[in-house]
């Protein structure tokens, strides 16, 4: 329901008169430091800049409603003003403009005005427009799943009871999906979230009526139910105050989110990698100087006798005089150190690849023989016993979300039932449906983990991952190294994955596990057997690392892979093959699919001309186990990697690169790959034994590998 300024007691008559000059002193040093900025890019001294120019009156008072390391802050890049008010300090601005080491949100990682600081709540930020806002509901469905599980031990720290998260984005970002994605799941949740959009009017050079139907993001949200509207002058700080005390006020109170739409100016242009004066008329840039909060707030605070011009002086001469002493010690500060670039990657206190995580050789066997789907079934409820933090949700994960029908059915428990009966154990606030939204789901799993949360979500084909890898790229895998360890991410993302199916054509059939291997900060496993599949996914819930378990299809109910339940504390470390069968002439390299495959050919092979065929089953895609796969090498002298992948600029191609690199020595034969055409899988059978590769296939190539 959108609601217009309400005509009750005005919150700012309650703002003292020191309250007024401070709102003042924060406008003012918030343009102070991007005119210093400016200069120093001028300068050479710094190497990018974007103001927050014409938005420090409602950014200003925002700062007054917000509770500093309490609450949440998701800001956008504009913020310097709220941040300042938050606690963040001119130095600390300037020390991340200079890319200095101490610089708190980035360590020198991150361009200035991506914010972050661990003490004040304000999370990461990153470049990606509007990425921050589905992470931001995640964080305030923290809220929520804390008050539901009392079982989490510090929930009551975790989540006080009257935290609100704030995010916010300009008025060129409602254009993105995940905003509509993010407003959607607020609403359905009735989240504790303010959203402040800062409308300046124009997302670069592109004017909001291009943007926006009707040219007001506010009216078009009007209908969408649950959502308390405010919309207000964003450059009036007292009117701002108002509209924010009534947001915050809303969503403290549990009432479900609201939305603040700020109209402001925007004086400077984008960033100084833009002219303005190249798209906007001077009479349209005229009207935005008259309402500049810079020189309209003091003017009323003159015209209002809160204030003299000489109580306005001196406050603009100490903030002029900390300002040049801010930026002396930050020119001063020492840069990062070249040898720090791998710090932070991955988690500094908890290696998925070490011998703590290596129970693989103690098994604790437990009833019959078991199919993938049953093992990795058994895995998740273990570790959510374990675990109560851990939180299972995506696309039609839950048994049944209309809960008061789980007495009446079977229940779903997602499509290949790998989560079957789990909402049933733990409750439907352990584990839920979302969305149709790849991006909600991932986005969503992030503000969560920043929260302490820990989730385990699934994306329900690999084929329709592609909506969430702006979030699994950009934000999952880099959140731990671009704000040097302030902020983690360990997520684990399940997803099915691969052909052979037999009808799966082009869109149940993919894989690709390049695309994500190639990820720094992302772990990724491909079990090819139902014991492997309980370890490596056990492995990667309890490590701090995000993790991208790839589970594939063809594979979940396959009989000459199963195995008894190993126990709930039975784990294989990343990085660490299998040597699946042994060998002495010709060694292959595979996971997936591929290895039962391989095996098949290897065992034809030997029975047919007497040759010895090592197989490998890397089962850990990033990281590899190198090591494993180099002696093997050197004691075959030939290598083939098999892989489901396409042939070209498949994930074959850098195990090739990398094992002619390193063995080049040993090697009697060229490295040959084995994989699908350059192709997409097709729908006839006849077409898709073609498309993918096979045992003949794999058997024609160890043999003319082993004659050279």
Not at 3 to 27: G, H, V
Not at 220 to 234: A, K, R
Not at 295 to 315: N, S
Request: aromatic letters at 8%.
């Amino acid at each position: 329901m959108a609601t217009r300024p309400s005509t009750r007691a005005r919150a700012s008559t309650r703002l003292e008169k020191q309250d007024l000059l401070d709102l003042y002193r924060l406008i003012y040093l918030s343009r102070r430091v991007d005119d210093k900025e400016i200069q120093l890019k001028r300068q050479n001294k710094i190497f990018f800049q974007i103001s927050g120019a014409g938005h420090e009156a409602v950014l200003a008072a925002a700062s007054k409603v917000l509770r500093s390391g309490y609450d949440w802050v998701f800001p956008y890049y504009r913020d310097r003003a709220l941040c300042l008010g938050l606690g963040v300090t001119p130095t600390e601005m300037l020390l991340g403009a200079v890319a200095a080491a101490d610089d708190p949100s980035s360590g020198g990682r991150q361009m200035p005005s991506h914010w972050g600081h661990k003490d004040l709540n304000i999370v990461s930020s990153s470049s990606p427009t509007g990425t921050q806002f589905l992470q931001a509901v995640g964080a305030a469905e923290a809220s929520l799943r804390y008050h539901q599980n009392r079982d989490i031990e510090g929930w009551e720290r975790a989540s006080p009871g009257d935290e609100i998260v704030y995010c916010s984005a300009g008025d060129g970002t409602t254009s993105e999906g995940e905003f509509w994605e993010a407003m959607n799941s607020a609403c359905n949740l009735q989240l504790p979230i303010v959203f402040l959009i800062e409308d300046n009017g124009y997302a670069i050079s592109v004017p909001v009526e291009v943007q926006t139907p009707g040219g007001s993001v506010s009216k078009v949200l009007s209908g969408f139910p649950g959502l308390f509207i405010q919309e207000v002058d964003g450059c009036d700080p007292l009117a701002s105050y108002d509209a924010m005390v009534r947001a915050a006020d809303h969503a403290r109170g549990r009432k479900g989110p609201a939305l603040v739409h700020a109209h402001v100016i925007r004086p400077y242009s984008h960033s100084l990698s833009d002219d303005e004066v190249q798209y906007r008329p001077p009479a349209e840039r005229e009207q935005d100087a008259a309402r500049d909060p810079l020189t309209a707030f003091p003017a009323h605070l003159l015209e209002a006798g809160v204030a003299t011009e000489q109580e306005l002086e001196m406050i603009r001469q100490q903030v002029d005089a900390d300002l040049e002493v801010a930026t002396d010690v930050a020119l001063a500060a020492p840069q990062p150190a070249t040898s720090t670039i791998d710090q932070f990657v991955y988690s500094p206190e908890i290696d998925p690849t070490s011998e703590q995580f290596d129970t693989e050789e103690d098994p604790h066997f437990e009833g019959e023989p078991t199919t993938m789907v049953d093992l990795l079934n058994t895995c998740i409820r273990d570790e959510m016993v374990r675990d109560p933090r851990i939180v299972v949700f995506g696309e039609d994960v839950a048994d049944a979300s209309r809960e008061e029908y789980l007495d009446e059915v079977k229940g779903k428990g997602g499509v290949f039932k790998v989560t079957w009966g789990l909402q049933k154990r733990f409750g439907g606030h352990r584990v839920y449906n979302s969305p149709l939204a790849e991006a909600n789901i991932v986005g969503r799993a992030i503000g969560l983990a920043v929260r302490g949360m820990k989730p385990v979500v699934e994306i329900q084909f690999f084929d329709y991952i592609w909506p969430a890898y702006m979030q699994i790229r950009n934000e999952l895998a880099l959140m731990r190294w671009r704000s040097n360890n302030a902020f983690a991410c360990p997520v684990v993302v399940r997803v099915t994955y691969g052909g052979y199916l037999k009808g799966g054509a082009p869109y149940h059939s993919q894989t690709g596990a390049a695309v994500f291997t190639g990820i720094p900060g992302l772990r990724v496993v491909c079990p090819a057997t139902a014991l492997d599949a309980a370890g490596l996914l056990r492995t990667a819930i309890r490590c701090e690392d995000p993790v991208l378990v790839l589970e594939h299809k063809h594979l979940y109910r396959q009989t000459y892979n199963k195995a008894p339940y190993p126990g709930p504390n039975f784990m294989i470390p990343l990085g660490k093959a299998r040597v699946v069968r042994e060998g002495s002439d010709l060694t292959i390299v595979t996971y997936g699919a591929l290895v039962q495959r391989s095996l098949v050919a290897a065992k034809e092979l030997e029975e047919a001309t007497g040759a010895s065929v090592e197989i490998i089953d890397l089962r850990s895609l990033s990281p590899v186990d190198w090591e494993t796969i180099y002696t093997s090498v050197r004691k075959t002298n030939r290598v083939i990697v098999a892989y489901e992948d396409s042939l070209s600029w498949g994930y074959g191609a850098e195990l090739s690169a990398r094992i002619a690199d390193e063995t080049f020595a040993w090697l009697d034969a060229p490295v040959r790959r084995v994989a699908s055409t350059d192709t997409f899988v097709a729908y006839a059978p006849e077409l898709e034994d073609v498309i993918l590769p096979q045992t003949a296939g794999i058997r024609a190539a160890m043999t003319e590998i082993l004659s050279f």
